[in-house]
């Protein structure tokens, strides 16, 4: 079964979770979800630092690009209303071409979005990791972030979960 993801909205700047979707309140995701997802990384998972937004791939712009604690590359679909099947062949698009990617692109990307170093960025995100250690983008991870999921979906990631253990 594919993993929950609540919905938020900003309220006086906290965030409140919330029962209807962004398309039916006017909201977009490069102009609303993306920026409230990269400045609350968290609600992704504990251990995801963003170190690009709209970073072109080969196929297109990924909407967050992340680094886990592990060193593993994070691709971010976003979509404002329900994920449709398409929205998995799609970031498996994009983390098929982040595969091929070595350190120093990395480094390139999350220093034109941050201004910092990646080594520097995952000292300040990871203390208690040594980077120097750390097999930096052997794998990727995928997170599909909308409002409800159809049951083509949803199949498509159990089947890829059962079988492969992603």
């Known amino acids: 079964m594919g993993t929950e993801i609540k919905t938020w909205q900003i309220v006086e700047s906290k965030l409140q979770s919330i029962t209807t979707n962004l398309k039916n309140e006017g909201r977009t995701e490069p102009y609303d979800l993306e920026p409230w997802l990269e400045s609350n990384a968290g609600i992704l998972g504990p251990?995801?630092?963003?170190?690009?937004?709209?970073?072109?791939?080969?196929?297109?712009?990924?909407?967050?690009?992340?680094?886990?604690?592990?060193?593993?590359?994070?691709?971010?679909?976003?979509?404002?209303?329900?994920l449709p099947r398409e929205a998995l062949t799609q970031a498996i698009d994009y983390a098929s071409d982040a595969a091929e990617w070595n350190i120093e692109k990395l480094g390139e990307i999350c220093s034109e979005y941050s201004g910092k170093s990646l080594?520097?960025?995952?000292?300040?995100?990871?203390?208690?990791?040594?980077?120097?250690?750390?097999?930096?983008?052997?794998?990727?991870?995928?997170?599909?972030?909308?409002?409800?999921?159809?049951?083509?979906?949803?199949?498509?990631?159990?089947?890829?979960?059962?079988?492969?253990?992603?």
């Open 47 to 82: 251990d995801i630092v963003i170190i690009g937004r709209q970073t072109m791939s080969k196929s297109g712009p990924i909407d967050l690009l992340g680094i886990d604690k592990t060193g593993n590359i994070v691709i971010v679909e976003i979509k404002r209303d329900k």
């Open 119 to 166: 080594e520097e960025t995952f000292a300040e995100s990871f203390p208690d990791v040594d980077v120097e250690n750390l097999n930096i983008n052997d794998t990727q991870r995928i997170i599909l972030v909308g409002f409800s999921d159809e049951s083509a979906l949803e199949r498509m990631i159990e089947g890829l979960s059962d079988n492969f253990g992603a």
